[in-house]
T-cell receptor
């Protein structure tokens, strides 16, 4: 099974701190994504990457940056954390860029990590 | 812009009964895909079922089926014979095409399902 591992399940940080959220996948997936989940808003895409060293802005990139130095690792960086960045952060990866699937196989769909719940005080 | 709408913030169902979770979508793309994910209290999003816009038949995966009504732009999830372990948050999502042949998923706000014994 594909494993997407987010190293920190719970973090508490102070306003202005630099925060790193790490995500590692072990199935050689090309594509990785960072989402933010808030009640009533669902999941919103922050950044994504379809290759090493490549990054693209999602729908809400302000206040965030990312790093993808190795294929298996995609890091989300909050340069100066603010209270409005208190949220659940979900990392995901996929094998193919088309995000479709063969019935019964689940191939090419997004596979998610367990999430990192960040509180900024 | 593409959009996914889930109008039921919360639902409850008796164990062993069927339940329908609503999802409507808006897109101008002729080719799209619709997904349902389950998020238990542990936090991990679990893929349940997928429907392509050109698929003639409604998708089914075990106790999950997707009631796809293209003209109404709805993709409701039906869970048959509910179990206590089905209590979770459920998200509807749609594939949105980006430039360069890439895609992303956009998600609805979610529906929290509670299964009562």
């Amino acid at each position: 099974d594909v494993k997407v591992t987010q190293s920190s399940r719970y973090l508490v940080k102070r306003t202005g701190e630099k925060v790193f959220l790490e995500c590692v996948q072990d199935m050689d997936h090309e594509n990785m994504f960072w989402y933010r989940q808030d009640p009533g808003l669902g999941l919103r895409l922050i950044y994504f990457s379809y290759d090493v060293k490549m990054k693209e802005k999602g729908d809400i990139p302000e206040g965030y940056s990312v790093s993808r130095e190795k294929k298996e690792r995609f890091s989300l960086i909050l340069e100066s954390a603010s209270t409005n960045q208190t949220s659940m952060y979900l990392c995901a990866s996929s094998l193919g860029t088309d995000l479709t699937t063969v019935p019964g196989s689940g191939a090419n769909v997004l596979t998610f990590g367990a999430g990192s719940r960040l509180t900024v005080l | 812009a593409q959009k996914i709408t889930q109008t039921q913030p919360g639902m409850f169902v008796q164990e062993k009964e069927a339940v329908t979770l609503d999802c409507t979508y808006d897109t101008s793309d002729p080719s799209y895909g619709l997904f349902w994910y389950k998020q238990p209290s542990s936090g991990e999003m679990i893929f349940l079922i997928y429907q392509g816009s050109y698929d003639q038949q409604n998708a089914t995966e075990g106790r999950y089926s997707l009631n796809f009504q293209k003209a109404r732009k709805s993709a409701n999830l039906v869970i048959s014979a509910s179990q206590l372990g089905d209590s979770a948050m459920y998200f509807c999502a749609m594939r949105e095409a980006l430039s360069g042949g890439y895609n992303k998923l956009i998600f609805g706000a979610g529906t929290r399902l509670a299964v009562h014994p």
